[in-house]
């Protein structure tokens, strides 16, 4: 075997930055002095330039490099069709009282227009009663507005609380090899900020989308029916601005999404430069810290002048579209007038209704930009469903706890094996410590011996059952992987403890805290195990998270435990106090030690040294110090000397 | 005309150049003050455009009445002409002078904003380690996330209802010019409009809050089971906390369901109240015009006005409740930003001798220059003490104040709680200064760390502690941040640390990039990491706390013998217990109770000292017993 130097390639990937560029492109820079038509066609330039950089960003975040899949188009669809789908009475109801409430405010200017008509008149009959049946008609209006919006809250607060259960059931089927090996980093984001973007959408955007379509196209009826001579000029010059809309709405969702992805690298370096303050000022970075949050609001400013612009094409058109049918009403109106083919009460009409046209085709624009942004945090959502499963259970049960490994092999990236055919046979009962440089694949052999991962060859089986083959909530009981991560979960003291036997009786939970010496505390809590601990509740100290951590493998009762040291560290502080909780969790079990603390390998009955990816050495404590040119030996010299 | 993102020089400047001043934190409201004018200007130029921008509302109606009373009733086609060409001209001002208030608007919001981040970004740059000391991380951070925004959404109201109050007015003028009976109707009932909706705001603010606590306790319920997954996963207990998620959904939903039934009352009541005020001003004006006070055509333009008034005073409201969120924002600011590093140089600070001997008047602890001293305690925190005094670190002891007010607290108990929690934070700041007053206790030499200039310290001592952090970045950043290493210094910086799987394990190698904090690597790597970053520094003195704490033995001993070998000539100071370490060293100090107890060699104290042995031997063969 030919040891190659990891740094081999050191010299192509080292940079002396002067090929960096630039961290925003000095075209972006508007230029000092130009003519009004060089400063136009600059402008033009910088515009099309933020937009190939929002065409890039948003091209990023739906391939990313790393971290979790995403979604496309077509599941994102298929995911609210089918929610809607499941809802389809309460969504006809909303359209219903939409329609209703939405005609009946129609009915109000078409009415008012006829108290003009007969105040022109002259006579005064008739208009108090007029005027009440409007009054009548308004508190019709008022009150199907009521159930509409009522109707609209329950159907979005009902798809929001199904979408985001969903997602959170499909995070808790993750495949446990992934979770094993993936950053949570990504995971987080999405519950997060992803979880939010869609909730706006879901909760308010697809109603209120739906409703504007209906009193956009209802209003259009109406001013129909009020005059079609009025209707039609109106209409067309609204039409006009469909162009600069659709080019709005095709542009602008990419530009919010660069914004939002700007605002997020502001936050992480500021929050790395505050939470690492003191090694920002060993090192003296905070020159660098600066800069580097400046230069990331540098960026951020260019996003956000893309979407202005973006805004302020948009306006241009939308103000000018929305606002002269007033004129042309004017115009129409008097031409139609002197004709004798309209009534002033017409006029009045068409007028209200084209102010009150702009307001929800306003809001259409808003709304179907915001779904669009939404989408794209929905199949970031999404994607996290298209993980496939890693393992398929059988039926296949175990005959017992022998637990053997043979020819494991096993690869992270393919064509680089980390393990190099191991073969291991655990004794009932015994305690077996694996020692050896970090990059062994000590904890690949512990990660492989617990079930979490495939092996690419060979097999690694419990009772003559292959450990992935069983379904999980068996394995759970088999055997674990300990990590020493002692995350306490929001929650009451019982459902931290019973995670692997969710069924456990209260008897079973005092027992294992007993076991463990954590009975008395837990006690002694206001409400017992019912006390809620976790992040933002009962606060526990390092070593009673620790025990909690320990009673819930108690309770999962398994015959085997590997134990991954290197995995976490441990507070020197709490280990020793924990002793005692965790020789009462050993009792009785096979232990694998995946150690990087010789002493925990002195006490172990057989130690096996691997050295990349194969057991060097295998024996127990005395056979191996007593090798004279043993790796164990070497080691053990060097700690006790 | 300012722009964004703004320059700030605030709290901190580049070596050599001056800070600027900094915001005015007297109170809430002077730091407002401040705040609009840090806009220079912009927040009136824009409350100009904005009338500009309403003037198509303000005197459109008007000219639409006049055209219908001359031109279409009175048949006169050039009226009408007039009166058209004058609604496009209105409508043409309107729309420029729109996009004219929208870019103004969109500038003063993100010069508050991207201002806010900057001077947060400087003051822990101004302040370092002490200013966690005093905050709360989260606070700190939200103060640029989420207070900033309230500052912007502050500069667009002002501008906002500046504007609207002077087309007010105006509208005003002419109504009561056009008819005094209509005109008062019209001024009284839009007020009585939006004052009848009050009564049931308050409700719908009360329940909107407990929906966004809900939600913000589920988000959090998310975030737990995301970061307890590979427990979830391993172990179990995804039934269980799948359901405690769905049962916080489900009260979520009730929350944000009851908000959105009062949201529907007050809409349903709003178009109530504007359809019976629409009615209301139509009858009264069919009655003036039968009467013959009144011509159709003021009658339409009336209607207008009618519609149009709601808004401002709207704003009004808006304006109201802006200003009292960035008042809150305002002491939550001001919380971070007056607090003031608790040292200064002195005026002739003196130089510091790296090559002299460094030592601690305390606990009577001494390096020897050149030397590489290995510190032993049985409490590594004790240990962590003594790097925090060799590197005039004010250590991690306080509670910071948080600046969030408490739920349910109102009027006279509101304002106590705030009192005490500015008392509390006066208190860490007067505990720090005088901590830092007089001598300092470590010194270099015959320095004491206190008579020279921060920034010498620094340069001189570079202390490496636990707590150390890896930044997003590339791995050839990670190690060299301030870019000034040769390949070969780099390389050999990595290998010190036998951190070459690191470099391995990337892609791109040294443009392998590391997420944030170093997520991503394991406990081992980061820390290995972070070593070879505090060798490639190369600090005439160097203090490492427990380095190699989550590395195994293996690779502890060959990053032990390399540190030794790397560093030979130049003062070192480790602190750990591992027996790895202690082989290299060339003198070992045992620390108990705050006080040296022995000193010598390794070897020596290991035969010959009881209380050594005691300490070194425990964690080889205190299991031995066991």
Redesign the interface.
């Known amino acids: 075997m030919t040891i190659t130097?990891?740094?081999a390639?050191?010299?192509?990937?080292?940079?002396d930055?002067s090929a960096d560029p630039p961290v925003v492109d000095p075209r972006l820079r508007p230029p000092d002095e130009a003519s009004v038509g060089e400063r136009v066609a600059s402008w033009r330039m910088r515009h099309h330039l933020r937009r190939e950089e929002a065409d890039r960003v948003y091209a990023a975040s739906r391939n990313p490099e790393r971290g979790w899949p995403v979604a496309g188009d077509r599941a994102v669809l298929d995911f609210f069709r089918d929610l809607i789908g499941r809802r389809r009475r309460m969504f006809v109801v909303l359209i219903a009282l939409n329609a209703l409430a939405a005609g009946a405010?129609l009915v109000?200017p078409r009415l008012?227009g006829t108290?003009?008509d007969?105040?022109?008149q002259?006579d005064?009959a008739g208009?108090?009663s007029l005027?009440w049946l409007?009054?009548a008609?308004?508190?019709a209006?008022?009150?199907l507005?009521?159930?509409a919006?009522?109707t609209?809250?329950?159907f979005?607060?009902?798809l929001?609380?199904s979408a985001?259960?969903y997602i959170?059931?499909v995070?808790?089927?993750?495949?446990?090899g992934q979770?094993?090996s993936a950053?949570?980093?990504d995971?987080?984001t999405r519950?997060?900020r992803d979880?939010?973007t869609m909730?706006r959408s879901v909760?308010f955007g697809v109603p209120m989308a739906i409703i504007s379509i209906l009193t956009v196209s209802l209003s259009v009826v109406a001013m129909l029916a009020n005059s079609v001579l009025l209707a039609v000029p109106s209409l067309m010059i609204i039409a006009t601005s469909a162009y600069a809309v659709r080019g709005y709405l095709r542009r602008a969702p990419r530009g919010y999404i660069t914004e939002g992805s700007t605002?997020s690298r502001?936050?992480?370096?500021?929050?790395?430069?505050?939470?690492?303050?003191?090694?920002?000022?060993?090192?003296?970075?905070?020159?660098?810290?600066?800069r580097q949050?400046?230069d990331d609001?540098?960026v951020?400013?260019q996003a956000?002048r893309y979407t202005?612009s973006l805004?302020?094409l948009l306006?241009?058109v939308i103000?000018?579209a929305f606002?002269?049918p007033?004129?042309a009403t004017?115009?129409f109106?008097?031409w139609g007038?002197?004709q004798g083919w309209l009534t002033?009460g017409q006029?009045?009409s068409a007028?209200?209704y084209v102010?009150a046209l702009s307001g929800p085709l306003d809001r259409l624009v808003g709304e179907l930009d915001r779904l669009q942004v939404g989408a794209t945090s929905t199949a970031r959502l999404l994607g996290i469903a298209e993980v496939p499963p890693d393992r398929e259970p059988t039926d296949a049960r175990p005959d017992g706890p022998a637990l053997v490994g043979r020819d494991l092999r096993f690869a992270y990236r393919e064509g680089h094996d980390v393990l190099h055919g191991i073969d291991v046979d655990l004794r009932t009962g015994e305690r077996l410590a694996v020692?050896?440089?970090?990059?062994?694949g000590k904890s690949t052999l512990g990660r492989l011996l617990s079930g979490?991962n495939r092996p690419r060859t060979g097999s690694a089986t419990v009772g003559g059952v292959e450990l992935v083959d069983l379904p999980?909530?068996l394995l759970?009981t088999e055997v674990?992987?300990v990590?020493q991560?002692h995350?306490v979960?929001?929650?009451s003291v019982r459902?931290n403890i019973?995670?692997?036997?969710?069924d456990s009786p209260d008897e079973a939970v005092r027992a294992a805290l007993a076991a463990v010496g954590s009975l008395d505390w837990v006690e002694r809590l206001p409400q017992g195990l019912d006390t809620r601990i976790?992040?933002?509740q009962h606060v526990l100290t390092p070593a009673q998270a620790q025990q909690i951590?320990l009673a819930?493998?108690i309770i999962?009762d398994p015959h085997t435990l590997v134990l991954d040291e290197?995995?976490?560290?441990i507070d020197?502080?709490t280990a020793r106090s924990l002793e005692g909780s965790m020789n009462a969790l050993l009792e009785g079990r096979t232990v694998v030690a995946i150690?990087?603390?010789?002493?925990?390998a002195?006490?172990a009955d057989r130690i096996a040294v691997v050295i990349d990816g194969r057991i060097v050495e295998l024996g127990s404590h005395h056979e191996l110090v007593d090798r004279e040119d043993g790796e164990y030996a070497a080691?053990w010299r060097?700690?006790?000397? | 005309m300012r722009d964004f993102p703004p320059s700030v020089t605030t709290f901190w400047s580049p070596e050599g150049e001056r800070a600027g001043s900094p915001p005015d934190t007297r109170s809430p409201f002077r730091f407002l003050l401040w705040m609009l004018r840090f806009q220079g200007g912009l927040v009136a130029v824009g409350t100009a455009f904005g009338v500009l921008w309403q003037l198509p509302l303000i005197a459109g109606p008007w000219v639409f009445g006049r055209s219908i009373d001359a031109g279409i009733v009175g048949d006169d086609p050039s009226a009408v002409a007039v009166g058209a060409v004058v609604l496009l001209l209105l409508t043409l001002v309107g729309a420029a002078f729109g996009i004219a208030l929208h870019t103004l608007v969109v500038r003063t919001w993100l010069i508050s904003l991207y201002g806010t981040t900057k001077m947060v970004t400087r003051k822990a740059a101004q302040m370092g380690h002490v200013l966690p000391r005093r905050s709360p991380t989260g606070e700190i951070l939200s103060v640029a996330s989420s207070d900033s925004d309230e500052f912007g959404a502050m500069t667009e109201i002002i501008a906002r209802a500046g504007s609207q109050v002077v087309s007010f007015l105006a509208v005003a003028a002419i109504v009561m010019w056009t008819s005094p009976v209509m005109g008062a109707t019209v001024l009284l009932a839009a007020p009585v409009l939006v004052g009848v909706a009050l009564p049931f705001l308050r409700p719908l603010h009360r329940r909107q809050e407990l929906e966004r606590n809900r939600n913000s306790e589920l988000t959090s319920m998310a975030t737990d089971i995301v970061a307890g997954l590979r427990i979830l996963r391993g172990i179990g207990g995804e039934r269980t906390f799948g359901r405690n998620y769905a049962t916080q959904s489900r009260s979520a939903r009730e929350a944000g369901v009851s908000a959105g039934i009062w949201q529907a009352v007050i809409e349903a009541l709003g178009v109530l109240f504007s359809g019976v005020f629409l009615v209301l001003l139509l009858w009264l004006g069919t009655h003036e015009v039968l009467a013959g006070r009144l011509t159709i055509g003021e009658l339409v333009s009336f209607l207008g006005y009618g519609l149009y008034l709601i808004g401002p005073i709207r704003t009004f409201f808006e304006f109201a409740q802006k200003i009292t969120r960035a008042m809150v924002s305002a002491r939550k600011a001001i919380a971070i930003f007056e607090s003031a590093p608790p040292w200064s140089d002195r005026e002739e600070p003196l130089r510091l001798d790296p090559s002299a001997a460094l030592s601690d008047g305390l606990t009577g602890f001494t390096a020897r220059p050149g030397q590489l001293t290995v510190v032993v305690s049985a409490a590594p925190e004790e240990s962590a003490r003594l790097a925090d005094r060799l590197g005039r670190y004010l250590p991690a002891d306080t509670e910071p104040v948080s600046e969030e007010p408490e739920h349910g607290l109102k009027g006279r108990a509101a304002r106590r709680a705030q009192s005490e929690r500015a008392r509390r934070r006066a208190e860490i700041a007067a505990r720090d200064a005088e901590r830092t007053r007089g001598p300092w206790g470590a010194s270099l030499g015959t320095v004491d760390l206190a008579d020279a200039a921060l920034a010498d310290v620094r340069r001189t001592v570079l202390v490496s502690d636990t707590g150390s952090q890896l930044f997003a970045g590339t791995l050839q950043d990670a190690i060299d941040p301030h870019r000034r290493l040769t390949r070969a210094q780099a390389e050999e910086a990595l290998r010190t640390a036998n951190a070459e799987d690191v470099y391995d394990a990337m892609p791109g190698g040294w443009q392998g990039v590391l997420d944030e904090r170093g997520r991503g690597l394991s406990g081992g790597q980061r820390q290995r990491v972070v070593l070879a970053r505090a060798l490639a520094a190369d600090a005439p003195v160097l203090v490492l706390v427990e380095p190699t704490s989550a590395v195994d033995a293996h690779t502890e001993a060959r990053i032990a013998e390399r540190v030794a070998e790397l560093r030979r000539g130049r003062t070192t100071i480790v602190c750990t217990v591992s027996p790895l370490w202690l082989h290299h060293a060339d003198h070992v100090v045992l620390l108990a109770d705050d006080e040296v107890v022995t000193e010598g060699r390794h070897h020596d104290l290991l035969g010959g000292d009881p209380a050594y042995r005691a300490v070194v031997a425990r964690t080889i063969e205190g299991e031995l017993q066991a």
Do not use: C, K
């Open positions: 130097d990891p740094l390639t050191s010299a192509d990937t080292w940079s930055h405010g109000v008012l108290l003009v007969r105040t022109v002259g005064g208009l108090d005027a409007v009054v008609v308004v508190a209006q008022a009150v507005t009521f159930f919006q009522r609209s809250t329950l979005g607060q009902d929001l609380a985001r259960e959170v059931r995070i808790l089927r993750l495949p446990v979770v094993e950053s949570t980093g995971l987080v519950v997060t979880v939010g909730s909760q605002y502001i936050n992480t370096t500021l929050t790395e430069t505050v939470e690492g303050a003191r090694t920002v000022e060993a090192l003296g970075l905070s020159g660098r810290r600066v949050g400046d609001i540098e951020s400013a956000e202005m805004r302020n306006f241009t103000d000018v606002n002269t007033r004129v004017l115009a109106g008097a007038y002197a002033l006029i009045t007028v209200l102010e020692v050896g440089p970090s990059g062994s979490i999980l909530e759970r674990a992987l990590t991560e995350h979960f929001i929650g459902d019973v995670l692997a036997r969710e976790g992040s933002g951590a819930r493998l999962a290197a995995t976490s560290l020197p502080r150690a990087h603390r010789l002493h925990t002195h006490d080691l060097a700690w006790t000397s």
